[in-house]
């Protein structure tokens, strides 16, 4: 019923920048908070940043002042901005979203498929 799908991940070099996009399809009808979360081998998934409906933003400790997310509603499209990367940025990368369906009266929470960011040192 809902797919989300990343892209812009690739190979870059530290102190380079990437801008992911999760774009959010199928039978929506509102969603509210949009996440990114990143799993780097041998290790638990963490989470990134997310942002609500509103606007209003939150972000991991060590990706402050580095990373920026934001969201075209319109598109229901989540974008992570990374600036200044670093080689443990290393990781791929996720989207989440909780989405309420046509037809019915909760929110559920939908996973992309992930996009590979690599950081070269």
């Known amino acids: 019923q809902v797919r989300l799908v990343e892209s812009g991940g690739g190979l870059v070099q530290a102190g380079g920048s990437l801008r992911l996009s999760c774009a959010a399809s199928?039978?929506?009808?509102?969603?509210?908070?949009m996440e990114w979360y990143r799993q780097a081998p041998g290790k638990q998934r963490e989470l990134v940043a997310g942002i609500t409906s509103g606007g209003s933003t939150n972000y991991a400790d060590s990706m402050k002042g580095r990373f920026t997310i934001s969201r075209d509603n319109a598109k229901n499209t989540v974008y992570l901005q990374m600036n200044s990367l670093k080689p443990e940025d290393t990781a791929v990368y996720l989207c989440a979203a909780d989405v309420k369906v046509i037809g019915r009266f909760v929110y559920n929470r939908y996973w992309g498929q992930g996009t590979q960011v690599t950081v070269s040192s």
């Open positions: 199928g039978s929506i009808l509102s969603i509210n908070t």
